[in-house]
């Protein structure tokens, strides 16, 4: 299931998509041949079908023309765009190449004999050889195929969602080293849709790229022509101005994010100024009332004061008036 596994999924890398959609490499006619038959078993279509809409995919990428637009979200552009399909969905008219292409003709034409013969009878004569051809129909037939299919799916939904993007943000394309490694190199997203060109998409040396090492192995061993990869310099220009681009975008997300500190410490000095003159008129609002009750209270005192006064005055008169009658009586 393994080998089955790799072929298939090699057959729709290197084959399907890197030699026939971009045309990023070519290669000896057994090598075409074999590429086309793996690419086959792996039932996802013929290698003209698969490429029109690729190139649709790349052309339009993002918008309704885009045969898995992200646009529509993660299940439709995972996988249900094949049972709702798009505008283009049968539209093969921007791959006249492939169709002068003998091999490529022969394939379309003979899609369904080719993919039923391999997914049948590989693994049935697996299955003879080991003495277990319904454990072998079931892994190296059915699962395999459905683990390609989901490897080639989450290239359309996940690489367009879930990654980093380090060449551009034009598309939605992402690069992500998880997804490369489950798809034989196709991970490298962002880096791919901003040079589909190249025969590479983990362009570093680094990068987990089985499509691209086998491409560059076929090469050395002399099976494989004319392989394209974008230049150093482009690859420099283009790194710049995406740098410069998230710069810019930094320098205004942080203009704005100043602002609107600066915005809200002035609303809270404001505030704090309002508080300030309020409670300023309370203070003078009640020293005004506490000085109009002290005046009140003043004059009150100064009137109880001169009540007793006036009352002492009398009570003394009164007593020297007293006193004046009884002067003589004593004499
Ligand atoms: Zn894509
Ligand atoms: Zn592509």
Redesign the pocket.
């Known amino acids: 299931m393994f080998a089955l596994w790799i072929l298939s999924g090699l057959g729709i890398t290197a084959g399907y998509?890197r030699m026939f959609?971009?045309r990023a490499w070519w290669a000896a006619k057994p090598v075409r041949v074999a590429l086309l038959i793996f690419g086959a078993a792996a039932w996802q279509n013929s290698v003209i079908a698969w490429s029109a809409g690729?190139r649709y995919?790349?052309r339009d990428v993002d918008t309704d023309d885009d045969p898995y637009t992200i646009t529509r979200g993660f299940w439709y552009a995972h996988m249900l765009w094949v049972i709702i399909k798009g505008n283009r969905h049968d539209d093969f008219d921007n791959v006249p190449d492939l169709w002068k292409d003998p091999l490529c003709a022969w394939q379309h034409k003979h899609y369904n004999a080719i993919s039923i013969a391999f997914n049948l009878g590989v693994p049935l004569l697996l299955g003879v050889l080991t003495g277990n051809i319904l454990g072998m129909l079931l892994w190296a037939g059915l699962l395999r195929i459905v683990f390609v299919h989901h490897a080639t799916f989450f290239i359309n939904s996940l690489a367009h969602m879930w990654g980093s993007r380090p060449w551009t943000q034009e598309h939605s394309a992402r690069d992500n080293a998880v997804l490369a490694f489950f798809t034989f190199g196709e991970g490298y997203h962002n880096f791919?849709h901003t040079f589909?060109g190249d025969y590479r998409n983990g362009v570093r040396w680094w990068q987990f790229d089985p499509t691209k090492w086998l491409i560059w192995t076929l090469d050395r061993v002399g099976l494989a022509t004319n392989l394209k990869r974008s230049s150093f310099d482009r690859r420099l220009r283009r790194r710049w101005s995406h740098l410069h681009e998230r710069y810019q975008e930094q320098r205004v997300h942080w203009e704005e994010q100043l602002q609107a500190q600066f915005d809200e410490a002035c609303a809270r000095f404001e505030s704090a100024l309002d508080e300030a003159r309020a409670l300023h008129r309370d203070l003078s609002r009640r020293a005004e009332e506490l000085h109009t009750e002290a005046a009140r209270e003043l004059r009150l005192a100064r009137r109880e004061a001169e009540r007793r006064v006036l009352a002492e005055f009398r009570e003394f008169k009164r007593m020297l008036n007293e006193s004046s009658q009884l002067a003589p009586t004593i004499a």
């Open positions: 998509h959609s971009h690729h995919h790349h791919h589909p």
